[in-house]
């Protein structure tokens, strides 16, 4: 077989296995990106308390390799668990484990993103929220927070795709997503056909970036042509 051919044999094996990648994956982004949030809004708190919790948290994720924070939290959650509350939580499923690994890890350079979008809005467009009659809450939810969304677009596209690359690092726990089933065909066929099966397994990746970066093009186009519309 050509290598091509090889190529599109392997990633028909690997497709099944990117539904447990997906599942890490969104699970993550979504528990990540809340708690992103309210760690944006530790920082810009007006308790200096909150702000260093934030603060000494961010740092502390960001410094921690990936593979690192899954081997922690693989190992010594159950132990803190038990210790803390006499309850045995060895025998979750490993992903869960990784969702929690790559939450941490997600949160903080979200929180970063979220505040400096946030702080880029003018605060002239809030103040003018507040002057016909808006809530504070409506102000937020109306006018900065969607602002705040698009404009952290970008950077929130790249952290995703960085979050993509790091949890193909939950097969080191055991967990079989797309790159252990990778692996698993590269141990069948004795070290053989290594090349083609990991560049089936690029592909993959490649196809799901570029679908990110595609999706978050076509979010901001919209929101452009919506302003361009309202604009007199």
Not at 16 to 35: D, E, K, M, N, Y
């Amino acid at each position: 077989m050509t290598t091509l051919a090889l190529i599109y044999k392997f990633l028909i094996q690997i497709l099944p296995a990117i539904q447990i990648t997906l599942i890490i994956s969104v699970a993550s982004i979504i528990l990540g990106g809340l708690l992103g949030a309210a760690l944006t809004r530790a920082k810009l708190s007006s308790h200096w308390w909150w702000r260093a919790i934030a603060n000494v948290y961010i740092s502390v994720i960001r410094a921690t390799p990936a593979i690192i924070m899954i081997f922690v939290v693989y190992y010594g959650l159950p132990f803190l668990i038990k210790g803390w509350f006499h309850v045995s939580i060895e025998g979750w499923n490993r992903m869960y484990f990784v969702v929690i690994a790559l939450t941490l890890l997600f949160s903080a350079p979200v929180a970063e993103i979220f505040r400096s979008a946030y702080l880029a809005v003018p605060a002239g467009q809030k103040e003018a929220a507040l002057m016909v009659g808006m809530s504070p809450w409506q102000a937020f939810i109306r006018i900065t927070l969607p602002q705040t969304f698009v404009i952290a677009l970008p950077n929130l596209a790249n952290a995703i795709i960085n979050l993509l690359k790091e949890g193909a690092l939950t097969f080191t726990i055991g967990v079989v997503d797309m790159v252990a089933k990778a692996q698993m065909i590269v141990a069948n066929n004795s070290g053989g056909f290594a090349f083609e099966t990991y560049g089936a397994l690029a592909l993959i990746y490649w196809v799901i970036s570029l679908a990110i970066d595609k999706l978050v093009s076509l979010v901001e186009s919209s929101f452009q042509k919506k302003r361009q519309a309202i604009q007199p």
